[in-house]
């Protein structure tokens, strides 16, 4: 029997939950102390805790934070202080509180709902065990102040208890259920020199009742039969297989992002067609084909009238001023669509004059592109689900030197900067609308720009690093760290969305987390009123305090 000892009662006070507007409360730290405080930086609970911690379990959100005072823990929700740091222990029981209070000499247990009533009508221990009979029946184990044991269930609707199996027992021993999901054995003795009991509760429905009863005089008695059962028991395990498979199959590869954008030589697309309203018969779209072509040196363009009762071809010749030399024909296709017609161009042309590198698109061929340099690169813009635009990386040599200065072509827009890029590379980063990304180098400053020219960072940021650690939370996955003028910031992946976004390097502090959807975890759907706080950290890898996206910062001293 386990060792038993007086404790004396420690008077447990709970503090009923006021029922008010949720309003969003954010861990506040002044110096060394913990509060709260609102989105606007307004304090709502005194900074008095050495510590406030978020609840963790899977189901939780960022409501509920415990307090931590010297070694004592309490409850705060919503910036409301339920239990103060005055506990042991303090955890969730399904809709009920459990509160643990102990020091040196003492200890007492309480089960509280979420009113502040509760549950026992006397204070206990601690919980010995606590089990799921039911989906709607929980059976606590509890040790009482004399030291006796109870086990009762309580009705998880109602939230009240059901019926009291054992009261005040000298010991209570429950085993596994038997025959039965509803079936419960236990061992007891109501008083220490009663005989060993072992009963089987039934909890098909209420009131439950004992279906069997087995007593045993002593519990040498009662372990005897288990010893009889080892030395009888024998169980063999032999089993034999043989088994044989053969397959093959293609073997996907993965060719990389760039293969995924570049030089892809697209099939013919089927027919397009719109509604004729005014006869409400179907009237097809004329269809043409544009490809470019090298004839001994000479560029043609071929156009082709296709799907039509009577096709055409004809060809004609692009001319420049200059010979062309190292004619080369890229296969690249895309596609515009006009009120009666579809147009396909199938290729694009790269060639050299004397000086300069130039390229021809089919659908303007007499339009000059010409640069010192010419990435043959190409990336289709995304507007509106259409790509009849694409762009390129060009460059010049500079005036005084031999150096290269790059820029980003458009096929329709011409230059969407001045050659002013050291270097133009593509970054990987996980664009949110179907754009290629690149990052460009001024001197030793670095930024992003998209495929269809958007500037997502200027170029004024130390080169972007990797995280060493720490990369994934539940909420993001940390891509890039950003630095610029000793200021921190960070491209992450929001893990609802699945997109990428940014908070620019206004922190004086590394970023360790961000809470994309605050008070709320990420997987609940946003509400307008959310917050984007981030977590930042010093260099010893210790949180600092909590800031919003923007660079308000939840903390001082």
Known sequence: MTLKKIIPTLLISV????????????????????????????????????QLEFKQNYDSDYRTVYSKLKDKTGLIIDGKILFEAKYSQLYFDDENYVLISEDASTKATAIVDKKGNSILKKPIVEIIASEHITETLKLYHVLNKDFTESVFTLNKKTNV??????????????????????????????????????????????????????????????????????????????????GSGSGNGDVMIDQGYEDAIYSVERGDRDIAVEMDESVGTKKPQLYFNYSLQNDNGNLLLETKQEYSKEPKKFTTQVKRKEPLKNLE????????????????????????????????????????IEFDTIIKSFAQVNKNNTFEEVTFIVGNKGNKSNAYKYSLFSSKKGLFFPLQFDEIVKFQYKNNNGNVVYKTKMGSNYGLIESNGNVLLKTEYEDFKRPSYNSHSTNVTKTYLLRKNNKFGLIYQNEATYKEEIIDAVFDYEIDDVLINYPNKARYVTSQSNLKLVTLKNADNEIVGYANANGTLYFKN
């Not at 024909?329 to 161009?345: A, F, M, Q, R």
């Open 15 to 50: 503090y009923s939950i006021v029922l008010h507007a949720q309003e969003i409360a954010i861990p506040y730290r002044d110096g060394t102390k913990w509060g709260m405080c609102n989105p606007e930086g307004k304090i709502i609970l005194e900074p008095q805790f050495d």
């Open 161 to 242: 208890i059901e019926q009291w199996l054992y009261e005040d027992y000298y010991s209570v021993q429950i085993l596994k259920k038997v025959g039965g999901r509803y079936n419960l054995v236990c061992n007891t003795k109501k008083l220490e020199k009663d005989a060993l009991q072992t009963e089987v509760w039934n909890f098909e429905k209420a009131p439950y009742v004992k279906s069997k009863k087995v007593l045993f005089q002593t519990e040498d008695q009662y372990l005897e039969q288990f010893y009889k059962k080892a030395k009888t028991k024998s169980t063999n395990y032999s089993g034999s297989g043989s």
């Open 329 to 368: 024909i890229i296969n690249y296709s895309y596609y515009k669509h006009t009120n009666d017609s579809v147009l396909n161009y199938r290729n694009i042309a790269f060639y050299q004059t004397k000086n300069k590198v130039g390229v021809v698109f089919p659908d303007e061929v007499s339009r000059v």
